[in-house]
């Protein structure tokens, strides 16, 4: 597919939510690309897009039919994966930003990406470009190790604690303002976190990458409390939820834990509901930080690859083989990052 010709390239969405009708506002404004079909599951609802009647279905086979392009923003991973499946056999490269998807049914979808049909920068990130970073130029750098703040709701949570706020009233804040789903335990038990890292993961450091072992290696903030992260701060410290992979007994090792961080730490930088990242390599390090959510922010990443994939670019190439993992004198040189992501300082979290 490309854009050579002057139709444009119609576009199949798959969910019409936050992100969905954020992305049918930015496609609004295009003479390139047009917003065809967009399945829902209650068509009665209301929709602030125009032309609803004609554009909202609940029938999955209308919107494969009459798109040349398709994009999933329903969220889930069974039903999301029948969609995707279904539209990648009809031919249709697919635009996604469902990192559980990801996560739970990589090896399913990997033959597509080999293809270069699957594309997924908003999965992880939002807002920042880290998917391109991670299946681009750091492939360069050899990788170290990689630490990671992945969750916006679990950010915005711990602000909330840091301030005095019992836990069930910052959750429920956090639902209120819509950083957090109605059941918000995806995001509170580090879950969402660990699909993200797994993605990184799987492009950056090791094909094989086990997501059994990262979701058993998982711990959530439920537990936290206003006293445990203020005391934190007491040296101008702050407790955040961390995703690592480091190497360990000479392989690449992933978890998610709350962390307690230092002064001035990168990671602990920042808006609340931001994400950032810590690419350490044998090359130096890199740090993405932007948007970790949000309607427009994880949009305008969707509209970059539905560009990408409208002009007919692969979308990011799997890794062909794990990354060296660095000996223990190449680890033992980091200093204070690793130190502060150390099992010991995520226990006192
Ligand atoms: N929100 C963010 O900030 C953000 C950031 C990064 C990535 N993401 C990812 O983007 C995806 C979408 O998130 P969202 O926040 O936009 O979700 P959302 O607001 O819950 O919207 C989901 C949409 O999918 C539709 N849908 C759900 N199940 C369906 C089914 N079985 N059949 C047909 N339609 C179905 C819903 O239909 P109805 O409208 O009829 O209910 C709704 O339109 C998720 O994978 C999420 O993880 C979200």
């Known amino acids: ?20 009708t954020a992305l049918a506002d930015l496609l609004r404004f295009r003479s390139d690309l047009i917003l065809e079909r967009a399945l829902v599951r209650d068509a009665s609802k209301p929709r602030r897009i125009v032309r609803p009647d004609e554009v909202v279905t609940t029938d999955l086979d209308e919107v494969l ?29 697919v635009v996604t930003a469902n990192k559980a998807l990801l996560a739970e049914r990589w090896d399913d979808l990997a033959p597509a990406m080999r293809d270069g049909r699957l594309h997924f920068e908003a999965s992880v990130m939002a807002g920042a470009p880290v998917i391109g970073a991670v299946a681009g130029s750091l492939r360069g750098n050899a990788p170290i190790e990689i630490h990671a703040v992945l969750n916006g709701t679990c950010g915005f949570v711990l602000s909330r604690l840091e301030q005095g706020v019992p836990y069930a009233a910052a959750v429920a804040e956090a639902q209120r303002l819509g950083y957090a789903e109605a059941d918000p335990t995806l995001d509170v038990s580090g879950l969402d976190a660990a699909h993200k890292l797994f993605v990184i993961g799987r492009l950056a450091v090791d094909p094989q990458l086990s997501w059994a072992a990262l979701r058993d290696a998982t711990r959530g903030i439920e537990r936290l409390t206003p006293g445990i992260v203020q005391e934190a701060m007491e040296d101008g410290g702050r407790v955040q939820l961390v995703g690592s992979i480091v190497p360990a007994d000479g392989r690449w090792h ?23 990242m810590i690419y350490r390599g044998a090359g130096g390090e890199a740090f993405l930080a932007g948007p970790g959510a949000g309607g427009i922010e994880t949009a305008s990443a969707v509209l970059g690859d539905l560009l990408a994939a409208a002009a007919g670019r692969p979308g990011p190439s799997l890794l062909d083989r794990a990354a060296p993992v660095p000996t223990t004198a190449q680890v033992e040189d980091l200093g204070e990052l690793e130190a502060a992501a150390a099992p010991g300082a995520s226990d006192r979290a």
């Not at 039919?65 to 490269?93: H, I, K, N, Q, T």
């Not at 998610?256 to 230092?262: G, K, Q």
Request: hydrophobic share 45%.
């Open 254 to 276: 992933a978890t998610v834990r709350p962390v307690y961080l230092p002064a001035g730490h990168p990671l602990a930088l920042g808006e609340e509901t931001r994400a950032s």
């Open 65 to 93: 039919d009459r798109s040349d392009v398709v994009v999933e923003l329903m969220g889930g991973v069974d039903r999301a994966y029948a969609a995707v499946d279904a539209a990648l056999a009809r031919g249709r490269p």
């Open 1 to 20: 597919m490309n854009q050579a010709s002057s139709a444009p390239v119609r576009v199949g969405l798959l969910g019409l939510g936050t992100v969905g």
